[in-house]
């Protein structure tokens, strides 16, 4: 007879103990709250693992003196807090299977304190070999009843999965192995690895601040489950991802649990074990695939873009936890030095890291830091092997525009980015962003609805804005802005669209109250009002405000948004007539023949033609046309109307038009250097048709500028223009309509500095038609 064997007091399964002479249960070592019917059930449960456990049995031992109703409504309650205490599903159960209408089965391996496995039922009793040929005999039957009883159940089953429409909060990781390396890198290496997915939608990081204000939080407040939880149904997203680790032993225990967050109901669930430090990421990895599968993501997909974590961005938990700072800093703070030191960080430490350096990339263009900015997008592109699918679209996205300056392309890579992740944000952004400076304003347009259909952030609010005021829709575009403020989302971030409607409007009193409102970033307000005082030939005040900028800009050590300003206040110089300023602003913004920007070289050019330079305006252009060749501003608008200019000057007609063909399709091309003035080429196009006498061609380029005038906002070539029809009017013999021109320009500029060139002519020609 074999020896009796007697029950432990200590049982444990997963990360988690249950101490049958305390009745506690504990996750960690940490005592995991919970009441004494889903206790008393728990432990039913586990000391049966593997057998079926009826809903009678539980009756008998549970509730004895209990009715029907009340058992009934007390098990299914009991079996809820149970679940919710040990992060189960009912869909993806990792330890209590629900057999409907006929109970629960613990299905978990269980051990003993002593490491010794619970019984399993594996083996074939007598009783079930007896119904081996029944089993064969009714095999149609039961094929039957599992197609109807499998479809429900799979029904039952979509219903608590994800939908392509849903989005995901992820909370903080919650880190209880005392290693710091942990805390933010595993969050960011989970965000990494779920968003290789087309059908998962995580909830953007700029979203996530927007709803933190407007809960009265700070942005980058920790989201711990209950903070993520509200959020989650603040945004009305539909699940929250929470994620932890703790170590078992010399072992690393991972575990991701997906809550829907109105009702708290598991969605999905995966835990797995690292047996050593260097191993975390592969295993995070591993369990995100898992909740990609439980979700509701088809395998082939989950299959098709499952990079490894580790090959998706680094293997080093170093590194991944200084970009995930970084970012932090860059988006939750708008610290940009501060981001830029710790980016610097995550790819000293793995020099490999593509997506960090692409990411630094981004941060210096943001500091101005030109230079530095495209140095380390060469090298994130040069290692976006060492990407994801979607991490590569976003390397060479921004490569393709910011390096190359090549429009197309960074559109035909942003376009495939849409497709194959049609609700990334970031793709969409992308592509909004080369339509916009594509000059393609129907496209980016409707790339700005659909950002703003998915994600209503103040970004998303503000190009939709912005593109109906491009259109010339500004009704459209002040309702679109009074929605967002509706909405409580940030007004600095579209102040400056809001002066622009108040400008095309002419309400100075609306001008005036927003230039004294925050304004995203420093130098917005004296750089937009330099260019409204330059619309209406107040010069001496348009110095102040350039100085003013620059200044700041100094003050705040990021010189290097100084050329920037220099080329764009010299090109404005230079189109009233004051060449000399122009050439002294030019000479404060640094070597052309090193300068990076290709926007500040051609504003240089530009500025050479328009005075008369051609030995500098031929030379510029040809250094141009050698470091820019895929530059789409330079090849079909600098360059173009700057050897238009100069051939009209010389008298070369055929050699102009030919010169000046490129621009036809591209005339509403946006300069990537936000400070420059839009469309001056056109400006230029219609001085080198004047110079060449051919009128048609001059008037219909200085009726291009009035008809795109919510392109060029208060760039003074909406001004000038007024003045070049005149001019154009008295070559076709029209006095009539070019004194009406000249009228128009001398009210703009009523008030005027007296003494700026442009003026003087235009006063001097005005007289002779009379």
């Not at 049609?422 to 916009?436: E, F, G, T, V």
């Not at 703003?452 to 952030?457: C, G, H, K, S, V």
């Not at 608008?637 to 050897?643: D, T």
């Not at 200085?702 to 392109?711: E, H, L, R, S, W």
């Amino acid at each position: 007879m074999a020896p009796e064997t007697q029950d432990p007091t200590i049982l444990r399964f997963g990360v988690f103990e249950v101490d049958l002479r305390s009745r506690e249960l504990r996750k960690k070592g940490v005592r995991v709250k919970l009441q004494e019917q889903p206790f008393q059930v728990l432990t039913a449960l586990l000391k049966r693992q593997g057998d079926l456990v009826t809903r009678e049995e539980l009756q008998a031992q549970i509730w004895p003196s209990d009715t029907f109703v009340d058992f009934d409504n007390g098990l299914n309650t009991s079996i809820n807090k149970l679940r919710e205490a040990l992060g189960d599903s009912a869909d993806s159960p990792r330890f209590i299977e629900t057999l409907p209408r006929r109970g629960y089965r613990f299905i978990g391996p269980v051990t003993g304190i002593d490491g010794t496995t619970r019984r399993t039922t594996t083996g074939v009793s007598k009783a079930a070999a007896t119904r081996t040929r029944k089993i064969v005999i009714t095999a149609a039957i039961a094929l039957l009843a599992a197609g109807i009883a499998g479809g429900l159940f799979w029904r039952s089953r979509q219903a608590h999965r994800l939908t392509e429409k849903d989005t995901i909060v992820l909370a903080d990781f919650k880190n209880t192995t005392g290693d710091p390396v942990f805390d933010d890198a595993l969050k960011q290496g989970l965000r990494v690895q779920l968003e290789q997915s087309p059908f998962l939608n995580i909830l953007s990081d700029h979203r996530v601040v927007e709803e933190l204000r407007l809960m009265g939080r700070p942005p980058d407040e920790q989201l711990t489950p209950e903070v993520a939880r509200d959020l989650c149904q603040r945004a009305g997203s539909k699940a929250v991802l929470e994620g932890s680790i703790a170590t078992l032993g010399s072992r690393y225990v991972i575990d991701l649990n997906a809550l829907a967050c109105q009702t708290g109901d598991a969605l999905a669930s995966a835990q797995v074990e690292a047996d050593s430090h260097e191993r975390v990421l592969k295993a995070l990895g591993d369990a995100a695939t898992a909740v990609r599968k439980k979700l509701g993501e088809s395998l082939a997909s989950v299959e098709k873009y499952d990079v490894p974590l580790e090959h998706a961005t680094t293997p080093s938990l170093g590194a991944l936890k200084a970009y995930s700072i970084g970012l932090n800093q860059a988006i939750l703070n708008d610290d940009s030095d501060s981001a830029a030191s710790s980016l610097q960080r995550a790819v000293s430490l793995d020099p490999n890291f593509a997506v960090a350096y692409s990411a630094l990339a981004a941060v210096y263009n943001d500091l101005g830091d030109v230079r530095f900015s495209i140095e380390n997008a060469r090298k994130g592109y040069e290692l976006r092997d060492h990407a994801s699918d979607r991490e590569k679209f976003s390397i060479e996205s921004y490569y393709d525009v910011f390096v190359l300056g090549n429009l197309e392309k960074g559109t035909a890579v942003a376009k495939q980015w849409v497709r194959l992740f049609p609700r990334d944000l970031s793709a969409l952004h992308a592509l909004h962003a080369a339509y916009y400076w594509s000059g393609q304003l129907d496209e980016a347009l409707t790339t700005a609805r659909e950002m703003l259909r998915l994600e209503p952030t103040a970004l998303a609010y503000e190009s939709v804005a912005g593109d109906y005021v491009r259109q010339g829709r500004l009704g459209e575009a002040r309702a679109t802005l009074q929605d967002a403020q509706a909405k409580h989302t940030d007004p600095a971030s579209y102040a400056d669209t809001l002066y622009i409607i108040a400008f095309l409007q002419n309400d100075q009193a609306a001008m005036t109250r927003l230039s004294a409102a925050p304004w995203q970033g420093p130098y917005m307000a004296p750089v937009m009002e330099f260019y409204t005082e330059s619309y209406s030939g107040r010069v001496s005040r348009a110095r102040e405000l350039a100085r003013r900028a620059i200044a700041s800009a100094t003050q705040r050590g990021e010189a290097g948004f100084i050329p920037s300003m220099e080329g764009a206040f010299a090109l404005v110089e230079a189109l009233e007539g004051n060449f000399a300023q122009a050439k002294n602003d030019l000479a404060n913004a640094g070597d052309l023949s090193t300068n990076p920007n290709f926007d500040v070289v051609g504003e240089a050019d530009m500025v050479a033609a328009l005075s008369g330079d051609t030995v500098q305006a031929q030379r510029l252009a040809d250094d141009l046309n050698r470091r820019f060749p895929e530059a789409t501003v330079v090849q079909f608008n600098y360059l173009p109307a700057v050897r238009g200019l100069l051939a009209a000057h010389r008298g070369k007609a055929q050699e102009a038009v030919e010169a000046l063909y490129p621009m036809a399709s591209h005339e509403r091309v946006i300069p990537l250097d936000w400070v420059a003035p839009y469309m001056v080429p056109v400006y230029l196009r219609g001085e080198a048709h004047l110079a060449l006498h051919q009128v048609p061609e001059a008037l219909n380029d200085f009726q291009t500028i009035f008809d795109n005038a919510g392109v060029i906002e208060n760039c003074p070539i909406g001004a000038l223009a007024h003045l070049g029809l005149g001019r154009a009017y008295v070559l076709e013999g029209d006095t009539a309509k070019a004194k009406t021109a000249y009228q128009d320009f001398l009210a703009l500029w009523k008030d005027a500095d007296p003494d700026v060139p442009i003026l003087k002519q235009a006063k001097a020609e005005y007289a002779n038609l009379h």
